[in-house]
């Protein structure tokens, strides 16, 4: 079965700096893409960064110039660099992976638990 397993996240005060992880574990044939949402209470989760396993980046307006997003393809591994942060970046931040696990399945989305991020002074 497919793991997403989020870390990183804490409490840092406005503009700090923290580095989220997320490993993909299980029986994983081939990853399209991965990413990183967030939701903040009260609202919807919305997009913050994706990247495709060929290495091209997609990020929200609002991450632009801050927030870096990067992957390790040997290890099923993608990072979120979060530079100059806000207190508006305050959110769960989730991990998602679109992926096929086996020959026998099509491809299909898998969320991790989540990461608490607090930007606060």
């Known amino acids: 079965q497919v793991q997403l397993v989020e870390d990183g996240g804490g409490l840092v005060q406005p503009g700090g700096s923290l580095r989220l992880s997320c490993a993909a574990s299980?029986?994983?044939?081939?990853?399209?893409?991965m990413g990183w949402y967030r939701q903040a209470p009260g609202k919807q989760r919305e997009l913050v960064a994706t990247i495709t396993s060929g290495g091209s980046p997609n990020y929200t307006d609002s991450v632009k110039g801050r927030f870096t997003i990067s992957g390790d393809n040997a290890r099923n591994t993608v990072y979120l660099q979060m530079n100059s942060l806000k207190p508006e970046d305050t959110a769960v931040y989730y991990c998602?992976?679109?992926?096929?696990?086996?020959?026998?399945?099509?491809?299909?989305?898998?969320w991790g638990q989540g990461t608490q991020v607090t930007v606060s002074s």
């Open positions: 998602n992976a679109d992926l096929k696990s086996s020959w026998g399945r099509p491809y299909y989305e898998y």
């Open positions: 299980g029986r994983i044939l081939n990853i399209k893409a």
